[in-house]
């Protein structure tokens, strides 16, 4: 990590920002699950009874130092490990245990941020900052006042904290106790942000819309031809105007958790109750699965998803694709180098492919698995989803097989070559050219693509021995009673990757990951899982101590190797 910040600077930085910042801050993703309220619940309010458009925490001065010590730690990093002893030079006077917060109201629809500190007695904080921002003049109220940056900021002891702002006015909205505009954020993460959409007037809201249209216009403007690309935009700005009418809240909370040993990264979004954006979400639950017996533990990577899809959805769905079938048809029509005949073959083909996409999605609800195994010379990896007429994509892929040109090197399709449990199966196979090497090692002097087809699925498989693989697949598919299970999940770790590829060529960096993931209890691992909350969902990303642990001693490695003997 060349870029790393100074630890003087950083923390310098920390205490200006905490004291001084003016900025308007704003995110358009904020935090977790635990953020969005529940429906019908009070939220917080300013003195004059409105809520703020913008909520920002950090961690208090103590989390913070101890999250960076950590991190100096596993990403071999020491020069991290001297911020503690300067924050705590340049944080003297602050509550170490409490959040810094920043909220930011809308007055005369303009943002004014309001920094808010927990200290008793901001005057010996602004002491040790006069350097840097000058002296500090106090009005009859007791308002102090310095510019920083020929920018006048107003400060205001306010019970046990301080709040600082530009308008002096702005001030009196901040109330004395503002713990309960931090619910759910301040010391759950280092860093959390909450946007509340409905609090940003609506004739605002219009303008943005109103902007959007007009640089839409503009782009279409500059085109020739563009019907349907017209088309696909005017559905975007159409979601884009329902997305910013009828959402409630964005969150976003980001936490270096040394407990549990990763970092993790949660966002939620809601929409306003009753809206049809809330009708979406509300419509995606969980529901019996039949790929679940990708979610194992000793699988490399997995992905699952079983959800039931609202009617909203389906329509929007539908709609993108018409679109999306429009410009792909355009596209070839202007390429210049296909013939009518061949243009209407293609768009006959993925015409039909809509066709399965679109049934498929009419039946209310996804399903779908794939997993991958790795290791030292290992490698399969198994995909299921459902679909409405499994007989409808074995037909397509027949004809899309006669297409392939009749030579030596061409694949080989064998279609119709046994049925298990029902499903019906299919096989591709190549040969690996000898010069191929690496590719031969991971599969043999053959790849052989396994399928198969049922009236309501569709699977494939890859890798040696997966058709053995493909069958353990298809009969978990009868066991699965759903149960409480996130919408979606993804799981994946380094390590079996990494051995993998030091099967096939031995890289100096790998094996320095290797090893540090060998000794790690996490084995590299990335989570992401996604969750339904009342009229929305939220999403959890965590990243194991051994991934970043990993990545450092690669970087370390990289540097070893430059330094001259």
Do not use: C, W
């Given at each position: 990590m060349t870029n790393c910040l100074r630890p003087r600077h950083a923390a310098r930085a920390v205490a200006a920002v905490a004291v001084l910042a003016t900025t308007f801050i704003a995110a358009p993703a904020m935090a977790q699950e635990r953020l969005a309220p529940a429906a019908g619940s009070s939220r917080a309010t300013l003195t004059d009874g409105t809520q703020p458009v913008v909520v920002v925490t950090l961690g208090s001065v103590r989390k913070l130092m101890d999250d960076v010590s950590y991190m100096a730690e596993i990403t071999s990093q020491p020069q991290l490990a001297m911020f503690p002893m300067l924050a705590a030079t340049f944080t003297q006077g602050m509550d170490m245990d409490q959040p810094i917060g920043v909220l930011v109201p809308l007055v005369g629809g303009a943002p004014q941020p309001i920094v808010v500190l927990p200290t008793?007695?901001?005057?010996?904080?602004?002491?040790?900052?006069?350097?840097?921002?000058?002296?500090?003049?106090?009005?009859?109220?007791?308002?102090?006042?310095?510019?920083?940056?020929?920018?006048?900021?107003?400060?205001?002891?306010?019970?046990?904290?301080?709040?600082?702002?530009?308008?002096?006015?702005?001030?009196?909205?901040?109330?004395?106790?503002?713990?309960?505009?931090?619910?759910?954020?301040?010391?759950?993460?280092?860093?959390?942000?909450?946007?509340?959409?409905?609090?940003?007037?609506?004739?605002?809201?219009?303008?943005?819309?109103?902007?959007?249209?007009?640089?839409?216009?503009?782009?279409?403007?500059?085109?020739?031809?563009?019907?349907?690309?017209?088309?696909?935009?005017?559905?975007?700005?159409a979601q884009l105007e329902r997305l910013i009418q009828e959402a409630d809240e964005l969150n976003l909370g980001l936490n270096i958790d040394k407990a549990n040993q990763q970092v993790a990264l949660d966002v939620s979004f809601t929409a306003v109750g009753g809206t049809q954006l809330a009708a979406v979400y509300g419509g995606q639950q969980s529901i019996p699965s039949r790929f679940s017996s990708v979610i194992r533990d000793d699988a490399a990577a997995y992905i699952h998803s079983a959800t039931s899809i609202s009617p909203e959805a389906i329509t929007q769905a539908k709609d993108g694709i018409k679109s999306s079938l429009g410009m792909?048809?355009?596209?070839?029509?202007?390429?210049?180098?296909?013939?009518?005949?061949?243009?209407?073959?293609?768009?006959?083909?993925?015409?039909?492919?809509?066709?399965?996409?679109?049934?498929?999605?009419?039946?209310?609800?996804s399903d779908m698995g794939v997993m991958v195994l790795a290791g030292r010379d290992e490698f399969q990896a198994v995909i299921g989803t459902f679909v409405a007429d499994g007989t409808k994509v074995a037909a397509l892929a027949k004809d899309l097989a006669t297409k392939v040109p009749d030579s030596p090197d061409a694949?080989?399709?064998?279609?119709?070559?046994?049925?298990?449990?029902?499903?019906?199966?299919?096989?591709?196979?190549?040969?690996?050219?000898?010069?191929?090497?690496?590719?031969?090692?991971?599969?043999?002097?053959?790849?052989?693509v396994h399928i198969g087809t049922a009236p309501k699925a569709v699977y494939i498989a890859a890798g040696r021995g997966s058709d053995e693989l493909l069958k353990q697949f298809i009969t978990a598919g009868s066991?699965?009673?759903?149960?409480?299970?996130?919408?979606?999940?993804?799981?994946?770790?380094?390590?079996?990757?990494?051995?993998?590829?030091?099967?096939?060529?031995?890289?100096?960096?790998?094996?320095?990951?290797?090893?540090?993931?060998?000794?790690?209890?996490?084995?590299?691992?990335?989570?992401?899982?996604?969750?339904?909350?009342?009229?929305?969902?939220?999403m959890k990303l965590t990243i194991g101590e051994g991934l970043i642990r990993a990545i450092g001693a690669a970087a370390m490695a990289g540097r070893q190797a430059q330094q001259p003997f």
């Open positions: 008793q007695d901001i005057r010996p904080i602004l002491k040790r900052l006069e350097a840097q921002t000058g002296p500090v003049d106090e009005l009859d109220d007791g308002t102090l006042v310095l510019t920083v940056n020929q920018n006048t900021l107003y400060i205001k002891q306010n019970a046990n904290n301080a709040v600082a702002a530009q308008n002096q006015a702005a001030l009196k909205l901040a109330p004395a106790d503002a713990s309960e505009l931090f619910k759910g954020m301040g010391n759950a993460y280092n860093v959390a942000v909450r946007l509340q959409v409905q609090q940003v007037p609506v004739e605002i809201r219009n303008i943005l819309i109103d902007q959007l249209r007009q640089g839409f216009e503009q782009t279409m403007a500059q085109q020739g031809d563009a019907e349907s690309a017209r088309e696909m935009g005017e559905n975007s700005i792909i048809k355009g596209a070839l029509e202007t390429d210049g180098n296909l013939s009518e005949d061949q243009i209407n073959e293609i768009d006959q083909y993925i015409t039909r492919l809509s066709d399965i996409v679109t049934e498929s999605l009419s039946e209310g609800k694949p080989k399709f064998k279609f119709d070559i046994g049925n298990f449990g029902g499903v019906t199966l299919h096989m591709i196979e190549a040969d690996v050219p000898a010069s191929e090497d690496e590719v031969r090692k991971v599969f043999g002097e053959k790849i052989q066991s699965d009673n759903g149960g409480d299970r996130p919408l979606g999940q993804f799981k994946f770790k380094l390590l079996p990757f990494l051995e993998l590829a030091q099967s096939v060529e031995a890289n100096d960096n790998m094996a320095a990951m290797i090893n540090a993931l060998t000794n790690s209890q996490d084995k590299g691992e990335v989570n992401v899982t996604t969750k339904s909350i009342p009229n929305g969902s939220s």
